[in-house]
Each structure stands twice: as C-alpha cells, then as structure tokens.
C-alpha cells in the first residue's frame, strides 16, 4: 500500500508531497465510520519522517560559518515533534480528570524545561496549547446524538400526553358502566377515599405492568439491535414468506367458515387477519434487503446495543406518573357518586 502524506514547512503545507509504500500487517477498527473511512495507523517514527517532524540539527541564522566545514554552524538538536499525542486514562477516571491531570504535567514539564538554559529549543506555551477530552474533541458527532435524544424525549412526552388521555377515556366509560355497582358499594358502607383509591390502584397496576413489559420488550430489541439489523439488510427466508401466506390461507377459511354460520364478527376478524397478513407476505416476497443504519450517516459500524437504565426507569416512571393521573379524574367521578341516584341508575 502506498501512503502520500503532505508535509507542513514553514507554516504552509509543502508542495513536495512524500510518499512510501507500506505493508499491511493488520487491520484496525475504531467502531467510527468517519474515522475509518480514512485513517491508516503507521510508526510514529516513519509519521515524523514523512511529515518533517523528526529530529534535525539547528544551524545559526545570524551568519556565524563553521571554519572547518564552511557552512552554518551547528548550534544544537531539535527533537522529534507531534502535532497530537492521545492520552488513555486508566478504568475508574473521568475524562475531567485526565484533562486536568494532562494539562498539570504539561505545565511541570514546560516550567522544568524553562528552567534548562543549554535547552534551546523550548515546548510551546500551556496556554497555545489545546488539551481536550475525547467528548470535546468528537463534539461534532456527539452533538446531533444528543439532539435525537432530546428530541426522543419530546417524542415521550407527547406520548405520555396521549396514553393519560387513552387511560382518562377507558376509565371514564368504566365508571359510567358501572355507575350502579358503585352505588351498591357506597351503600354498604365503602367510603370516598376507598373508591378513589380502588381506581388509582387499578391505574397503578396498568402503569407497572405495562412500563414493565415494554421496558423487557425494548431490553430484547436493544440487545439483539445488530441482529436484526443485519436480519433486515437480506431478502426474507422462503419458510417465512411461506408461513405468513399460510396464516392468511387460514384465516381465510376461518373466515367462510363464520360466514357461513352467520357469525358476522368471525367473518369480519378472518377477512381483516386474512388481508393483513397477505399484504404482509407480498412485503416479504418483494423485500430484497436495505440498510436502515447507514455508517455513513450514524458515523458508527455497529448499532449501539446498550441499554441506558437510568433513562429507562424515568421512562417507566413518567409512564406510570401518567397512567395514575389519566386514572384520577374518573376515580375522583367515582368518588362523588351519590348512592341514591347511582341505584337509580338505568
């Protein structure tokens, strides 16, 4: 393989690009499209080479001529240069830490070098030089991540919004169905607080179990995300295909089967079972594979398969936060039911 690098000379890029061959010994992967794509790992030593970065001789500007050679004299050594080091810190630190930790030794190291007279080619300034973290230096495609996340939580919210209202409508036609049971239990005895709380509960348990199953559920897509990834980027297996058509052809009979009975709901469910599953077979049948998260876009290789439990849980929390609440007014209804009209109740 050949590799061109351009190398900077006096501040601009150079005209003389240098190039080598190299041999590829390895392959290496970050997990980033957008590095990969474009990034080949070589010795630092052959890197300085090639970028004019490793070590040279310094030769005096003010015209002084060496005697012995005829040309300027030599005055010292420049050491080898890099334009970047990356610094890994050890399990257990935050890349604060390691930011602060980096720039303390730089400094110790740029006050020990000042204090060496026969250095004369002295690091840069702590202050022109930039130390950042790895969530700084990646901020361009960790920024619209975070967005989509943000956005996803509106996204939740919305959604909250609508199941508290679905919980509010459900309740309110069960309190309005069973206006007279309840008048039944005011007249015995039960109190305002035991009716109201008889709701919440129910609201409660709809919320925990349905909060409960979804987070299993998103757990299960979430882990086996590449899976199903790849699942969707080949054309569906023949049994599947095979199977679904089978399902309708099925449900079809089931279908004649109720018509002929005379049961219009059977027929009905059959004919919708039947043609859903149709249409879902011929989807099969014509699908041939796509990529659904192109690296080129989503800058990674592989979907990211871990689940964010924290975020999961306030999750479950607003979900069953809303089912309660969507609950409380038909509760609240059925609290101030009065047990003589409610008995009267038709």
């Known amino acids: 393989m050949e590799l061109t690098l351009v190398p900077i000379k006096g501040g601009k890029l150079s005209v003389e690009p240098e190039a080598r061959e190299f041999v590829i010994v390895n392959e290496f992967q970050s997990g980033v499209f957008q590095i990969d794509k474009n990034r080949a790992l070589i010795s630092l030593a052959d890197a300085q080479q090639m970028l004019r970065l490793s ?24 050491p080898a240069r890099a334009t970047q080091v990356l610094v890994r810190t050890a399990e257990g630190y935050t890349p604060q830490q390691l930011s602060r930790a980096v720039l303390d030794a730089y400094q110790t190291f740029w006050k020990n070098s000042r204090s060496l007279s026969d250095r004369i080619v002295q690091p840069p300034d702590p202050f022109a030089v930039t130390i950042m973290t790895w969530e700084q230096q990646l901020a361009d495609i960790i920024g619209p991540v975070q967005k989509e996340r943000e956005l ?83 054309p569906a297996p023949t049994w599947l295909i095979i199977s679904v058509f089978t399902l309708g052809g099925i449900l079809l009979i089931v279908a004649i089967h109720a018509a002929v009975r005379g049961s219009i ?52 929390g607003g979900a069953v936060l809303f089912s309660v609440i969507g609950a409380a007014i038909p509760a609240a209804r059925a609290a101030d039911t009065d047990p003589v009209t409610a008995l009267r109740y038709q």
């Not at 310094?58 to 050679?69: A, H, M, Q, V």
């Not at 007249?187 to 009716?195: E, K, L, T, Y």
């Not at 690296?295 to 999961?312: G, R």
Request: charged share 15%; net charge negative; aromatic share 12%.
């Open 265 to 316: 709901l059977r027929w009905l469910l059959g004919v919708i079972g039947c043609l859903l599953l149709v249409a879902v077979g011929v989807g099969l049948s014509l699908h041939q594979g796509f990529l659904l998260w192109d690296p080129s876009v989503y800058y990674f290789d592989d979907v990211p398969n871990e689940t964010d439990w924290f975020t999961a849980l306030l999750t479950m």
């Open 55 to 78: 070590a040279g001789d310094l030769y005096d500007t003010s015209g002084e001529i060496d005697p012995e050679t005829g040309a300027p004299k030599k005055i010292g050594t420049s």
């Open 152 to 234: 996803m939580r509106i996204l939740f919210s919305i959604v909250y919004i609508v199941c508290g209202g679905l919980v509010l409508s459900i309740f309110w036609a069960i309190v309005y169905e069973k206006t007279r049971d309840i008048g039944i239990l005011r007249a015995i005895g039960a109190s305002r607080p035991g009716i109201l709380g008889i709701f919440l509960i129910y609201g409660l348990v709809i919320g925990l179990l349905g909060s409960i199953f979804g987070a299993l559920l998103g757990w299960l897509v979430v882990s086996n995300i590449n899976a199903i990834h790849d699942a969707m980027g080949e």
